[in-house]
Nanobody, 126 residues
């Protein structure tokens, strides 16, 4: 079992950047495929991006492709979401999620993930 704790959210202006972190407990972090999701007020949770256990594969939602980047440091049990060129429509609570999987497939559905963090708020002002 793994516990996930997100951090790094905040209030920024449009065009600025943030880096979100998701720290995981446990000693086999590289055996987990990781994903980032977000949920804006009044909207359903949506997929943002995913990364495989050994960082060999990444995949992004079209809405963030070219602006957001996922990376992970398995030695630190941490996955990052780098948010660049932020827009007001990026305002949401951002969640990281984990799935026990060592392959290179990437998962975009929330139901494919077993473990979730508590979320961190990102607010982008215009």
């Amino acid at each position: 079992q793994v516990q996930l704790v997100e951090s790094g959210g905040g209030l920024v202006q449009a065009g600025e950047s943030l880096r979100l972190s998701c720290a995981a407990s446990g000693r086999t972090f590289n055996s987990y495929a990781m994903g980032w999701f977000r949920q804006a007020p009044g909207k359903e949770r949506e997929f943002v991006g995913a990364i495989s256990g050994r960082s060999t594969s990444t995949y992004y939602a079209e809405s963030v492709k070219g602006r957001f980047t996922i990376s992970r440091d398995n030695a630190k049990n941490t996955v990052y979401l780098h948010l660049n060129s932020l827009k007001p429509e990026d305002t949401a609570v951002y969640y990281c999620a984990a799935r026990d999987y060592t392959g290179t497939l990437l998962y975009t559905r929330g139901l494919d993930y077993t473990y979730w963090g508590q979320g961190t708020q990102v607010t982008v002002s215009s």
